[in-house]
């Protein structure tokens, strides 16, 4: 299976609240796609829809100009082996041990490999992202990097060629970070096709081909990071400006692409 994601007019609501309206987007295979914009304008649940976790009310998510609501059984088991997500929350499984909570998806969609091959898996895992957690514990044993970093690994578990990221780097210090980026770099050069929502600038910098900016559950903008970030559409500017000087604290930053031009 192939991992071009496109949305087509599609629409969600959560309660009473619509959080996208009419969105149109496609995020191409083999390249990473970052999604930014102000908090509440509608990131997570567009990565929600665009995986298939939030059906959307109107419009159509398709895979590889396959409708995913559409599927066959077989198809879909198939798209979700090779999918992965690392959610906002972690949302880890609280009654599960943390060892328990990785090896989920590889028992799943793996049920022919032994249990010394899923713990050299997860070994090697928690080796190149320095977790040194116990691995026996409960994930309210955790700090919330700890558990943003579990999820992350158990994201990566089953080796996934589409890889969903919901600010992946939120309550991570600045080493783990560091090994994050690394580990997605890495992903990148393996064409893992990656969609993600951040805030983070040194994420978006180092990572992104592509940039999505929302606003108000639209997109104003979607293109090649280098011409996005040199917008000269002035809410473009101004929401990427916003988000990114949250977060940006070193040099050469995402903000010095932008220019004093592009922010008056």
């Known amino acids: 299976m192939n991992t071009t994601i496109r949305l087509e007019n599609v629409s969600a609501s959560l309660g009473d609240t619509r959080v996208l309206s009419d969105v149109s987007v496609e995020f191409p295979e083999n390249a990473t796609t970052l999604i930014m914009g102000p908090s509440g304008c509608g990131k997570s ?37 090779y999918s992965g997500f690392v959610f906002q929350s972690g949302a880890l499984w609280q009654n599960m ?12 969609h793996y049920p022919t490999m032994t249990r010394t091959e899923i713990a050299a ?52 210090d600045a080493q783990t970070v560091g090994n994050v980026l690394r580990v997605v770099k890495h992903l990148k050069s393996t064409s893992t096709t990656i969609i993600g929502a951040t805030h983070n600038a040194q994420f978006a910098s180092q990572c992104a081909d592509n940039l999505v900016v929302m606003s108000g559950g639209r997109i104003l903008a979607f293109g090649p990071f280098n011409d996005i970030v040199r917008s ?15 977060t940006a604290t ?9 220019g004093s031009d592009t922010l008056d």
């Not at 990565?47 to 599927?71: N, Q, S, Y």
């Not at 041990?97 to 799943?108: E, G, R």
Request: hydrophobic share 45%; net charge negative; proline share 5%.
């Open 232 to 246: 000269e559409d002035q809410a473009v500017a101004a929401i990427l400006s916003d988000v990114l000087s949250e």
């Open 97 to 108: 041990s943390i060892y328990d909570n990785i090896a989920l998806p590889i028992s799943f």
């Open 121 to 172: 898996r997860i070994s090697e895992l928690t080796h190149q992202l320095s977790f040194t957690g116990d691995l026996r514990n409960r994930p309210s044993q955790l700090s919330g990097g700890q558990v943003k970093l579990v999820s992350f690994i158990r994201a990566l578990s089953a080796t996934p060629r589409l890889l969903f990221l919901d600010e992946p780097t939120t309550f991570l």
């Open 45 to 81: 649940t567009l990565l929600r829809v665009a995986c298939g976790i939030i059906p959307p009310e109107t419009g159509t998510v398709f895979v590889d100009d396959r409708d995913l609501a559409m599927l066959k059984h077989r198809t879909l088991l198939e798209f979700r082996k």
């Open 250 to 258: 070193y040099a050469g930053d995402v903000l010095d692409l932008l």
